[in-house]
T-cell receptor
Framework: NAGVTQTPKFQVLKTGQSMTLQCAQD?????MYWYRQDPGMGLRLIYY???????DKGEVPNGYNVSRLNKREFSLRLESAAPSQTSVYFC????????????FGEGSRLTVL | KQEVTQIPAALSVPEGENLVLNCSFT??????LQWFRQDPGKGLTSLLL?????REQTSGRLNASLDKSSGRSTLYIAASQPGDSATYLC??????????FGTGTSLTVIP
């Protein structure tokens, strides 16, 4: 019973490099989310997908792009990584955008040098 | 922009004590509210969800309530155990599941 699976768990990038964080859920949820967690700050929403085929900006979308590949998968792309994007990234899913609790993955720790 | 405050930031209690964690929102128009626990280096585990039509939820030794008039929520933990040691996060949304998170209360339960 995997729930929400994120890859990779750890990544080190140099400034300007690009990478994609992958997320998959096996709970048949309609809605998926990407958050970042920084020390001393609450989790902040980057992008979300309320349903397959839709994506919307959250609180801190600059520097990121997302793709809802299908109902199960939601990826987050950093086109040109910056040190300010050093963070722990969490993917989450819920049954619907207005219903159901959020279930989180284990997180992806990204360091940008 | 919604701001979420959790008090206290850290709490240390002896095993067996009952305790209350507090969470407040600058915008009291909360749609959904969810409490989570986070263990070091791990993801968030959902504890309780209070949906738009609800005011309270209970699960085992945990009880969460939401006062929509004041924008305040409390998480009550009964008969605390060392295994309850973790960081507790509250999150509230003003629409759907677009949540705003607090910075958490770090709880230590001493055997």
């Amino acid at each position: 019973n995997a729930g929400v699976t994120q890859t990779p768990k750890f990544q080190v990038l140099k400034t300007g490099q690009s990478m994609t964080l992958q997320c998959a859920q096996d709970m048949n949820h309609n809605s998926m989310y990407w958050y970042r967690q920084d020390p001393g700050m609450g989790l902040r929403l980057i992008y979300y997908s309320a349903s397959e085929g839709t994506t919307d900006k959250g609180e801190v979308p600059n520097g990121y792009n997302v793709s809802r590949l299908n109902k199960r998968e939601f990826s987050l792309r950093l086109e040109s990584a910056a040190p300010s994007q050093t963070s722990v990234y969490f993917c989450a899913s819920s049954e619907g955008f207005y219903t159901g609790e959020l279930f989180f993955g284990e997180g992806s720790r990204l360091t940008v040098l | 922009k919604q701001e979420v405050t959790q008090i206290p930031a850290a709490l240390s209690v002896p095993e067996g004590e009952n305790l209350v964690l507090n969470c407040s929102f600058t915008d009291s128009a909360i749609y959904n509210l969810q409490w989570f626990r986070q263990d070091p280096g791990k993801g968030l585990t959902s504890l309780l969800l209070i949906q738009s039509s609800q005011r309270e939820q209970t699960s085992g030794r945990l009880n969460a309530s939401l006062d929509k008039s004041s924008g305040r929520s409390t998480l009550y933990i009964a008969a605390s155990q060392p295994g309850d040691s973790a960081t507790y996060l509250c999150a509230g949304s003003n629409t759907g599941n677009q949540f705003y998170f607090g910075t958490g209360t770090s709880l230590t339960v001493i055997p």
